[in-house]
Nanobody
Framework: QVQLVESGGGLVQPGGSLRLSCVAS????????MAWYRQAAGKQRELVAG???????NYADSVKGRFTISRDNAKNTVYLQMNSLKHEDTADYYC??????????WGQGTQVTVST
């Protein structure tokens, strides 16, 4: 069973930055893909950014050029650097990892609020 612990959320003003972290532990088979999703109040959960084990990344159009996903394989950690934050980025952010058997695991979520 893989456990995920997210951190880094909080309150930030528009135009500000935050860095989210997600540490995965307990994987017996190794981690493959890692990703960040978000869910705003009253909306469906959506993919923000993903990163494959080889380093290839993909982003939602709404965050391209502002957010950067990265990973440290030695630490089983995935990061999301969020710059130029907007009101519409306000949401609960969730980390998801896929192990090498293809099972998905979700974190508990970390809240990001962009407000003056």
């Amino acid at each position: 069973q893989v456990q995920l612990v997210e951190s880094g959320g909080g309150l930030v003003q528009p135009g500000g930055s935050l860095r989210l972290s997600c540490v995965a532990s307990g994987s017996r088979f190794g981690i493959n893909n890692m990703a960040w999703y978000r869910q705003a109040a009253g909306k469906q959960r959506e993919l923000v950014a993903g990163i494959h084990s080889g380093g290839m990344t993909n982003y939602a159009d709404s965050v391209k050029g502002r957010f950067t996903i990265s990973r440290d394989n030695a630490k089983n950690t995935v990061y999301l650097q969020m710059n130029s934050l907007k009101h519409e980025d306000t949401a609960d952010y969730y980390c998801k990892v896929e192990d090498r058997l293809g099972y998905d695991y979700w974190g508990q979520g970390t809240q990001v609020t962009v407000s003056t």
